[in-house]
């Protein structure tokens, strides 16, 4: 996810005990490079991504719900490259933004704005 769009922000702090889960849109996706080969490394996120209400039940890519109240996503894990290349010792990988085409987006749709067609090209 990163990789791909740059107005992505990442949490970055020191991970915590709890592993990251996944919606199953994001299921099998490197959290550092998007690639969706050879998962190794479970992902580990912070105490604050980890403690906070809204976020318990959401996946650390997209914000996307997890499901029910009582249903958990997937585990999400690190490709082998980033294992090797040790990204995944940077921090946690959560995505704390959402991205200013995403947002323009949604702006957009609130205002009743018709040429929302060409944000999402």
């Known amino acids: ?17 709890k592993v990251g889960q996944v919606c199953s849109q994001c299921e099998g996706k490197c959290p550092m490079c998007d690639s969706l080969v050879k998962p190794t490394s479970k992902v580990y996120i912070c105490g604050e991504c980890s403690n906070q209400n809204n976020n318990q039940a959401k996946c650390i890519l997209c914000n996307n719900n997890l499901g029910g109240e009582f249903s958990e996503g997937v585990d999400a894990y690190y490709c082998l490259e980033c294992v090797r290349l040790e990204k995944h010792r940077e921090g946690c ?29």
């Open 1 to 17: 996810m990163s990789r791909h769009q740059y107005d992505l922000i990442q949490c970055m702090k020191q991970p915590g005990p």
């Open 93 to 121: 990988p959560r995505i704390i933004n959402i991205g200013s085409l995403r947002s323009d987006y949604i702006s957009n749709k609130k205002n009743g704005n018709t040429n929302t067609n060409r944000l999402l090209t």
